[in-house]
């Protein structure tokens, strides 16, 4: 059992003398040509970056992505942002009992709770032939998959159960504005928010960490998602080709422009809601993700955060104060 303090709550100057995994590991060069080995090592809280400068050449084929290690050495700066600076480093051993599994991260929602929501919500479907191809996605081996995969490899949503949890934020702010909106088919609107995402499955491993599988990198989740929704419709005898296209464009433009790899722009009331709700979802969670883990020392703000071309302030969130609600369909 894995019993450290989490590297989240570690500032610059602490030691540290932690089983980590590896995430990632590369050989570099520096400008003048000297080689290094570049680590970003994690827990379930946060990941960092660590350099070895020397004596590395025994780890550099031995350090694959869900590698655990034990390193002693403190937490340093590099331009602002946090680096562990090693002392000593060496490979888990059997004795230590420790795996790569301890260190993936895990939704603070209950799993049985989400697992109830989702199907309770795909029961209430009318459309009778949205209601037979939810049944038939929604099952089997596939069906495991979705309610444990991530949404996301690190920005948004990035842990085990993550993906479930996201689909389920998206589909109470879908079902709102249907409220606000009756004219919205809600039917198509819920289907496509639970189906948007589902091609993170295979999309997305998480064994033995997070990271992107090569259908992933080569179609994306986005066909994939359109793919499977497309080849399941029409094993429907008289599935409407209207309704499938309306259903696979809510899938297809639910990131908003083409730029952000959409194949087409939202075109109808169901996906521009769909998009704004991913949206929502996404950001929220990434940025209070960000404020907690990215918060310089001794100040309110985070460090500059690429993916967002900001800083972003802190006006009192932390990890011990974040309520988890129980349920959103209460």
Known sequence: ???????????????????????????????????????????????????????????????????????????????????????????????????????????????????????????????????????????????????????????????????????????????????????INRDILICGAMLHDFGKTEELSFEPVFEYTDKGKLLGHIVISAMLVNEESKKITGFPEDLRDCLLHVILSHQGKLEFASPVVPKTLEAITLYQADELSAKVNAYKNAIINEQKNDSKWTRYINLVSTELFNHGISPEIEEINKTLFG
């Open 1 to 183: 059992m894995l019993n450290q303090t989490e590297l989240v709550t570690l500032k610059k100057g602490d030691s540290l003398n932690h089983f980590l995994v590896v995430t990632k590991s590369e050989l570099r060069l520096t400008k003048t040509n000297k080689q290094y080995l570049s680590l970003d090592l994690g827990d379930k809280s946060l990941t960092i970056n660590a350099i070895l400068w020397d004596n590395f050449e025994e780890f550099s084929t031995n350090l694959k992505p869900g590698i655990v290690v034990k390193v002693k050495g403190m937490i340093d700066e590099f331009q602002g942002i946090a680096q562990i600076r090693i002392a000593a480093i060496r490979l888990v051993k059997q004795s230590d009992g420790i795996t790569s599994a301890d260190f993936q991260a895990h939704s603070k929602r209950d799993f049985e709770e989400m697992k109830n929501e989702i199907e309770k919500r795909i029961a209430k479907i009318d459309e009778p032939n949205l209601k037979s191809l939810m049944g038939i996605i929604f099952t089997g081996d596939r069906y495991e998959k979705f309610l444990n995969v991530p949404a996301g490899k690190s920005w948004h949503h990035s842990y085990i159960h993550g993906l479930l949890e996201h689909t389920l934020e998206i589909i109470k702010i879908c079902d709102l504005m249907c409220d606000i909106h009756p004219v």
